[in-house]
């Protein structure tokens, strides 16, 4: 991990107050731990990926729950595992169950319009060449930032059309958009 405790400190205490590059910057910080923490429990990328995508929307969204007694990493962590072992019991009882109407329209504070590094970045590409770093994208993260960014559709507009809840939209969009500026900043290095 690159940063200090105190940073990490800090940025939570930002995240908090809904400051979504704080948001940002604790995904970008904790993703490749809980993601290869995952992978190795399930041996399974798209089972790791949306565990620690789930493990992320749920952090964020108790963020105002979390003891500053205890590692970020560990309550990260422990939060993924609980996921994990969730998947694991309702697989073995074979219920299957949609998350709440209740939880889909639960709203946190994240912002919905600040521009990231990685908007600008997006904003600034052809859009021909756009579309075809976009499909370079998984088909998931594909869709939302189609939805996003030429639909237009806000975080609750896209958490009703695909049917997630919108912590989860807000953590796979922001994931989406870190590889798809990742894809074009490796594209015009080789330039």
Same mark, same amino acid.
Do not use: C
């Given at each position: @991990? ?43 990328? +798209? ?8 493990? +992320? ?10 003891? =500053?007694?205890?590692? +970020? ?42 521009? =990231? ?28 930032? @189609?939805?996003?960014? +030429? ?34 900043? =490796? ?5």
């Amino acid at each position: @991990m690159g940063l200090a405790h105190t940073d990490i400190e800090a940025l939570i205490t930002l995240a908090k107050t809904g400051k979504q590059s704080a948001y940002k910057k604790l995904l970008d910080e904790y993703w490749p731990y809980i993601y290869g923490f995952q992978l190795k429990r399930t041996s399974d990328e +798209f089972l790791a990926e949306d565990i620690t995508i789930q493990t +992320f929307a749920k952090a964020f969204d108790k963020l105002s729950t979390y003891n =500053s007694d205890y590692k +970020f990493k560990t309550w990260l962590t422990t939060i993924s595992k609980n996921i994990h072992v969730d998947i694991i019991r309702k697989e073995n009882n074979a219920v299957v169950t949609n998350t709440s109407k209740a939880e889909n329209k639960k709203i946190n504070s994240l912002a919905d319009n600040t521009l =990231s590094a990685e908007d600008e970045l997006i904003k600034e590409q052809n859009l021909s060449l756009l579309l075809q770093n976009i499909k370079k994208l998984k088909p998931d993260y594909q869709n939302i930032i @189609m939805l996003r960014y +030429f639909q237009e559709l806000s975080y609750k507009e896209i958490a009703e059309t695909i049917d997630e809840p919108i912590n989860t939209i807000k953590v796979k969009l922001l994931r989406a958009r870190k590889l798809l500026a990742d894809i074009i900043t =490796s594209g015009t290095n080789k330039v």
